[in-house]
């Protein structure tokens, strides 16, 4: 099984300000198939980002994802308030899938 | 605009079997494009994959699950279930339920639902 490890667990950021998410697998994803999900509170997760860095459709451009092997990175160039949020990645490239603990954006 | 709809009792006695249905609209659960997916997260932890199914009812569970796991297809109401048998207090959850790629990416996801495990 492939353990995801984010960090850090709580990112403390003002609007305008860049975010950068880690996430780390305890061994290679196959192919790149790492996702990013955005979850509010009460809300199912949504979709972000798919095979490390390609943009899920509808989602705005200051979401950007990177990395490939064992380390991903989610950035947001320009917090919006709507983005603040849990974000967890999720390895899709071998059974059983997994997902990271998250990291939680919170406004500073 | 694919959606999808949990429901099930949001209470559940220790030793005894969860039991959700997936409700899908505005798409075919019987799609050869799709499984069909059960994710659960337990308050204040990380996300865990319990199973998918294929509208042919080929399913797929994750080991850590499997033995208690039922996953079962009603193509003609568009439903999918989950059951969940001898649950514990460590099976406390939202429930989500969701699509699942070709390449076992999930999207969308419902809205999950809570089950209490508690007598």
């Known amino acids: 099984e492939i353990m995801l490890t984010q960090s850090p667990g709580t990112l403390s950021l003002s609007p305008g300000e860049r975010a950068t998410l880690s996430c780390r697998a305890s061994?290679?994803?196959?192919?790149?198939?790492l996702a990013w999900y955005q979850q509010k509170p009460g809300q199912a997760p949504r979709l972000l980002i798919y095979?490390?860095?390609s943009r899920a459709t509808g989602i705005p451009d200051r979401f950007s994802g990177s990395g490939s092997g064992t380390d991903f990175t989610l950035t947001i160039s320009g917090l919006e308030p709507e983005d603040f949020a849990a974000y967890y990645c999720?390895?899709?490239?071998?059974?059983?899938?997994?997902f990271g603990q998250g990291t939680r954006v919170e406004i500073k | 605009q694919l959606q999808l709809q949990e429901s099930g009792p949001g209470l559940v006695k220790p030793s005894e079997t969860l039991s959700l249905t997936c409700t899908v609209s505005g798409g075919s659960i019987s799609s050869s494009s799709y499984y069909w997916g059960w994710i659960r997260q337990p308050p204040g932890k990380e996300l865990e994959w319990i199973g998918s199914i294929y509208y042919s009812g080929s399913t797929s569970c994750n080991p850590s699950l499997k033995s208690r796991v039922t996953i079962s297809v009603d193509t003609s109401k568009n439903q999918f279930s989950l059951k969940l048998n001898s649950v514990t207090a460590a099976d406390t959850a939202v429930y989500y339920c969701a699509r699942q790629l070709w390449s076992n990416l999930f999207d969308p996801w419902g809205q999950g639902t809570l089950v209490t495990v508690s007598s």
């Open positions: 061994q290679s994803v196959s192919s790149s198939y």
């Open positions: 095979g490390a860095s």
């Open positions: 999720h390895q899709y490239g071998s059974s059983p899938w997994t």
